[in-house]
């Protein structure tokens, strides 16, 4: 896991996994997020310089993906949304810290009819540093435990469960786990209309403390925590169609291209 390659190819499919990833998330929470993401995508690359590469070595790349990361991921920091930023970033072994608390969810939207549980992905931090320069995978800085909390609302007061604190952390792609949902605490959380969830992560030893709602170690305070629904169906149900909103379709298809059309003409216009 990890950025181990200063070849410009492998750092362009790094950084494409990460986009490509996050909006894969975001398009499975809501038809309009690939929209938001292009959109913030373009105003994220202008403050980062356009993620450009200030050198060949693998932290130099690293940490111009991580500058481009940074500014997009704050564009989302009131919003549940930034939870689907870090997962497309983890999932390429980008974290905000070295030690981190990134969690994502199986399905966006349960199916209240469903006999098992959702089943959760957690990334607890690089399974990588730097030496010289370069990615080393010795000594790896991710934390190697972790709970899940999850509750019907927001203040977790009500239905809460835990996972307990668990072990397994690998390394790949960051350090990472994965938790179902045992069936008795489904029973319990599938009636509500949402089920919330957070991650909090920490050493052997239980220190070094990081959690899913102050991403980055701080760096976004304050996160609102993950959430999907619970319904009768398991889908969202609403998405516009080629057959039922073509318009809508098709703005949604073109905008991206326009507003980044639309900023490189103010952009020239500047210089």
């Known amino acids: ?86 997962t497309g970033f983890a999932r390429a072994g980008f974290f905000l810290s070295p030690r981190d608390a990134v969690i994502d969810i199986d399905d966006d939207y349960l199916d209240r009819d469903s006999a098992t549980g959702p089943t959760f992905t957690v990334w607890t931090g690089r399974d990588y540093t730097f030496s010289g320069g370069n990615a080393v995978t010795t000594s790896p800085p991710f934390n190697t435990q ?33 938790w179902t949902v045992p069936t008795s605490d489904w029973n319990t959380l599938k009636g509500g209309d949402f089920l919330y969830y957070r991650l909090t992560t920490t050493d052997s030893g239980g220190g070094n403390t990081r959690t899913s709602t102050n991403l980055g170690n701080g760096f976004l305070a304050g996160v609102p925590p993950a959430r999907a629904v619970i319904n009768g169906t398991g889908t969202c149900g609403c998405g516009p169609t080629a057959t039922s909103f073509p318009p809508l379709a098709i703005v949604v298809t073109m905008l991206p291209l326009v507003v980044a059309v639309v900023w490189r003409r103010r952009v020239r216009g500047r210089d």
């Not at 690359?45 to 500058?67: I, K, M, N, P």
């Not at 604190?165 to 994965?178: E, F, Q």
Request: charged fraction near 15%; charge should be negative; hydrophobic fraction near 40%.
């Open 1 to 86: 896991g990890g950025p181990g390659t200063p070849a410009l190819h492998s750092d362009g499919q790094m950084i494409a996994w990460s986009l490509w990833s996050a909006r894969r998330e975001l398009a499975d929470a809501n038809f309009l997020g690939p929209l938001g993401l292009s959109i913030n995508l373009v105003a994220a690359e202008a403050s980062a310089g356009a993620g450009v590469l200030t050198g060949s070595t693998d932290q130099r790349v690293h940490d111009s993906f991580v500058d481009l990361y940074q500014q997009l991921v704050q564009r989302y920091a009131s919003s549940r949304y930034a939870h689907k930023i870090a």
């Open 146 to 178: 972790f709970e899940i909390e999850l509750a019907n609302d927001d203040a977790f007061s009500t239905n809460l469960v835990s996972s307990g604190t668990l072990g397994g952390v690998t390394a790949g792609a960051g350090g990472s786990a994965t």
